[in-house]
Structure formats: structure tokens, C-alpha cells
């Protein structure tokens, strides 16, 4: 039987800074024209001055405000879960748990910075946001925020998940967003997050009302995640477990993958594993250096690993990991050997997802899933060895709002990849 370990009320009262941890600084986002060091004042038209605080705060944890902590307590503390069943049916030594954010309103962790983006937008006066989405998770996680909030918002999907996607699109819209495919000046292309993000910071700086949400790779994105973290090292300490030995999550931007492992940084021991598409190989296959984080060149150059700017991936079904660059920080903890990466073809993470849900019951989001297939892995790696070891995995979103994508696996229809 599968095993839940849930603490009664316990949520996390700060989120976790891991600027104080990394092994050394990271290099400061550069102006994209003058490319000198940004200050607050560049950023102003963007984002809140809060949300600017904590991109260069150094102190180890943040507080997390008593409006935020009220709506994250709709669904929080997210339940750990022991897939013993899975367990059996590999026949491994290894125990394997999973932090379940499909349980939130959208379906998947983005909601947790999502909130607090919105709280801060508002306390500051500002009425509406823009934003992208990819897979149309952060799309969906960012138009319930602003309903709690009474913000207007604007979505950028890029194009190739707005048509394989469309109940994610009828969600943002039921929430009060709206929605529209990206590129919007080119209705032919199959568009990227690249792309998307130009388009929404194209709008955010024509409207005095309005300001620009991120659904990761930026440090206060990747801050509000770690209440994942947080609680998956109480739970497992529940569990009857002192730390894992291998923490791994899904890496498109980070996010996902920064809320689970970042909490485990300072624990020395523990492995941290990103897991992303081999069509869209950022960490394993790109390059450490300054890049944009969108098409255009309107953001900062931000010092991290890049397949280039103008990078534009297969339309696979993981919209959410179909991005160019990734977090600084997830970037510098890969670059200074802290952190590993594995990409995998998407066959091969349906393989996994189609078992999972057969033997577990759940059926994972296309990003979830490649959690899922590295997981497999790992167990059948004890497996060889009679390795007695624990493996946590985020189970970052549910999958039945992608199931185009289940059908395109069950009857052959599945673009592949090499790798």
C-alpha cells in the first residue's frame, strides 16, 4: 500500500534562501543594452520593489507574509508520498518517495510563487500582469493567483501547447485571465518561452498599470518554491528517514527543481539531479555564459547555461521544459559540481510515465513524468547493487490536462528524439 506522510497544519513560516549557500557568488544580471551591472531602478518597470529585494538578498531566510501563507494554506502542506507499489514492481532495495504538488488549485507547484507574485504586485498598486506560459501550467497557477488578488491579466502560451493544449487555455480564461498564442506576429511559428517572454515584456512596458510575472528561473521565483523543499525534509523525517540520498526533479527553467532541492544544498551527501529533454539539453549541452532571457533581447543577460537565445526546440509535449536558458543559480550549482543533469528522449520518459500510472495511479504531467523516468532509473541502479538507498522526487503536476499527449504515446504517434 502506498504510504502518505502528511503533518497536520505545519507549513513553512519562511522560504529558504540559497544565495548564502551557493559555492561562490553569482556574476549580477547585466542592462541589455548598456551591458553593465542592473540596479533596482532598471528592474523598476517590471516587478515590485519587494520582488527586486529579494533577487539580491543574501540573508538565509526570507518571511513569508501572512497574506500569502492564508491562500497557500488551501492546499498546503502538499502530501510526501512512498510509492511502495512502484517499489514492487521494479523489485529495488531503494525506497522512493514523491512530493505530490498536482494537489494545488492549478495542478502543480507554480502556484506557490504564483501568490506571491500577485500579493506583492498588489500591495504595490499595480492592476494587471502579463506573463508567458509554455506547457500553460504557470499560465493557469498565475490566473487563479490574480483572482485572490482582483488583478487583470495577460497571457503569452506559445503557440505549439495554446493548440495542444486548449483545456489549460479554458482554465486561465475561467479565472479571469486572458489568452492568446505566441508569437503573436507570427501565426505560423510554433513559438518558445523565448518568444513568449518578449511578447509579455513588450506589453508590460507600454502600460503604466501593469507589470511582468515570471514563472521561473529568476531568484525570488525560485525562493518562493522552497516551502516544497521545506516540508518534504519534515516529512521524511515523519517517514522515519534522515535525509535522502538522491533529490531529483524536472528542469526547464528551475523552479520546480530549485523549490525541492534547495532546501538539500547545504546537506552534504545528498545528491541533486535535474532531469530535462534532450531536445532541449540546456544543462547537459549548453553553454555557461551571458545570455537574454527572451527572443527579443529585452531582458537582462543573466549568466547561466544557454542553448542561445534564439533557440527555438521541437514542439514536445513538456512545454514547460522547452526553454532556452536556466536558473542562474541552478546553473551555478551545475557549473561548480553541486548539482548533475540527465536528459532523455520523451519516449523514454512516457515509457516511465505509463508505468507509474499503471502501478501508482497517477498520471504525470509531461514535465512530472521525466522525474519519473530518472527515478525508475535510479531504483534499478540499487537494484544492481542491492543498494538500500532513499530517493525523493517532485511530482511537480498532474497530466489530465495533457492527455493528447498520452494518446500520441499510446498509438504511435510520439515525435522521439536521439539520446
Known sequence: MTRWFLPQDTIPSAWFNITPHLPKPIDPPLHP?????????????????????QEVATEPWIDIPGEVLDILRLWRPTPLVRATRLEQALGTPARIYYKDESVSPAGSHKPNTAVAQAFYNKREGISRLSTETGAGQWGTALAFACAQFDLDLKVYMVRASYDQKPYRRVAIETWGGEVVPSPVDEPDH?????SAISDAVRDCVAREDTHYALGSVLNHVLLHQTVIGLEAKEQLELAGERLPDVVIAPCGGGSNLG???????????????????VS??????????????????????????????????????AGGLRYHGDSPQVSALVRDGRME??????????????QFARVEGKIAAPEAAHAVRAAIDEALAAKETGEEKVILFNYCGHGFLDLSAYDDYLHGRLLDEQG
Open 33 to 53: 543594452a548598456t551591458r553593465q551591472p542592473i540596479g533596482p531602478d532598471d528592474l523598476a518597470p517590471l516587478f515590485p520593489m519587494a520582488l527586486i529585494g
Open 190 to 194: 510554433p513559438g518558445s518561452l523565448g
Open 259 to 277: 523549490g525541492l532541492a534547495f532546501p538539500f544544498v547545504p546537506d552534504a551527501g545528498v545528491r541533486l539531479l535535474a532531469v530535462e529533454p
Open 280 to 317: 532541449c539539453p540546456t544543462l547537459t549541452q549548453g553553454r555557461f555564459e551571458y545570455d537574454f532571457g527572451d527572443t527579443a533581447g529585452f531582458t537582462p543577460l543573466l549568466p547561466m547555461y544557454t542553448l542561445g537565445h534564439d533557440f527555438v526546440p521541437p514542439s514536445i509535449h
Open 341 to 354: 543533469a540527465v536528459a532523455y528522449p520523451q519516449g523514454k520518459v512516457f515509457d516511465a510515465a505509463v
